[in-house]
């Protein structure tokens, strides 16, 4: 019931809520071997097969299903420990309830969602509740560890659909991310290109007002000009008119 790529969290060595019997010395290696390769014997055993391929199980092989026996080696000797095959008491249970308990806010294991810590420590409790139940009757344990197995199996199934789904989802975000950054670059550009335009525009509307003072001015100009020309003109006129009435008929302009 691990679920080791959510989080990569592990309890303490010293963390155990499983009994043990005490470590046992190995002194002889071909005894170990031979207890070994029975221990491996035994945990090939099919437990999904009926129901009562279980019936006649001894309590030690079922225990051995349950978690392999210890094993370390100190100043060049081995030492092993086995799952102790003593049945649990009502005070067993209720200690174990407590460290539970103490171990969960010891750690700080979530309540809610997804808590390797609190998934460890269930593990071992249920690991421990197994153990009881193999020593009063092992066909039961049995049953346990298939449930448990079952559990676990569940667990992977939900596990790599989780980490399915959160890579879908991470994938999605940073393609939405890269298309935020697309569109905001696409944006800037566009901001850009119309504050260019707007400036051109208002350069434009600037020379066009300035166009249009000039033109004014310079209509004006034209204006005066062309008034002072005929009024030139008009003199010119009168002028060329008398001479001319002076010469056609110097008496009448003489009596003028």
């Not at 005070?91 to 808590?115: P, R, S, T």
């Not at 390797?116 to 049995?142: A, D, H, M, W």
């Amino acid at each position: 019931m691990k679920m080791d790529s959510v989080e990569e969290v592990e309890l303490p060595a010293n963390i155990n809520l499983i009994r043990f019997e005490k470590p046992e010395l190995v002194t002889h290696k071909m005894q170990y071997k031979q207890e070994k390769c029975t221990d491996s014997n035994v945990s090939t055993l099919n437990f999904e097969e009926d129901v009562n391929i279980n019936q006649g199980l001894k309590c030690d092989d079922v225990l051995n299903q349950i978690l392999p026996a210890k094993e370390w080696e100190k100043d060049g000797k081995l030492y092993r420990q086995k799952l102790s095959n003593q049945p649990g008491t009502k005070l067993d249970m209720k200690n174990l309830n407590m460290k539970l308990n103490m171990y969960l806010k010891q750690f700080n294991a979530k309540e809610v969602g997804i808590c390797p810590i609190k998934e460890q420590l269930y593990f071992q409790c249920f690991n421990e509740i197994i153990r009881q139940v193999t020593v009063n009757c092992p066909e039961r344990g049995s049953m346990l560890i298939r449930v448990r197995d079952e559990i676990q199996k569940n667990l992977n199934s939900y596990q790599k659909l989780y980490e399915s789904v959160i890579t879908f989802g991470i994938r999605k975000s940073l393609l939405q991310k890269g298309q935020m950054n697309n569109l905001k670059t696409i944006r800037e550009n566009l901001k850009t290109e119309n504050e260019k335009l707007e400036a051109a525009f208002d350069k434009t509307i600037a020379k066009t007002e300035q166009l249009k003072i000039e033109m004014a001015k310079a209509v004006n100009a034209e204006e005066t000009r062309h008034a002072k020309d005929l009024d030139d003109l008009k003199k010119s006129n009168q002028i060329m008119k008398v001479q001319i009435e002076s010469i056609i008929d110097p008496k009448n302009y003489a009596n003028k």
